[in-house]
């Protein structure tokens, strides 16, 4: 179980963070579950998608139905390497659509040894986050 020291947190940053929402794309159900487990600590309510496609059809489908997809989201989460459609290429085609372009992406992978913060930057994302290490 992973729990959170939310009495040592800024409690500006705990009341922002309730009522947020975010997506997370990743294959690995034990991935998802960690993030879901740590982020709905702080009030968070998380979507998910097990692969690229199914966050970007997930995405549009919000955007088709008139939400402010980036305004909806406080971030997507994903994974690098997934069946169907990677993070990168999912990454891409939100950068590439007018409606999503906006939203701020974190790449949640393991590879961490490989990315610094000029390649993720490169690939068009927001941010890197290392898995599993909740605290981050």
Not at 23 to 31: I, N, P, R
Not at 96 to 104: A, G, S, T, Y
Request: glycine share 6%; with cysteine.
């Amino acid at each position: 179980t992973i729990t959170l020291d939310t009495e040592s947190m800024d409690d500006r940053i705990l009341n922002a963070a309730k009522d947020m929402e975010i997506l997370m794309v990743d294959d690995s159900s034990t991935a998802r579950s960690q993030v879901k487990e740590t982020l709905s600590q702080l009030g968070i309510t998380i979507h998910e998608s097990r692969d690229g496609r199914e966050g970007l059809d997930k995405l549009k489908a919000w955007a088709d139905a008139g939400e402010d997809v980036p305004r909806k989201l406080l971030m997507l989460i994903t994974d690098a390497e997934m069946p169907e459609m990677d993070g990168y290429r999912l990454t891409r085609e939100i950068r590439e659509d007018p409606r999503l372009k906006d939203l701020f992406i974190v790449l949640h992978t393991s590879l961490s040894g490989s990315f610094n913060k000029a390649m993720v930057q490169k690939v068009g994302c927001d941010d890197f986050l290392s898995k599993f290490q909740p605290k981050q």
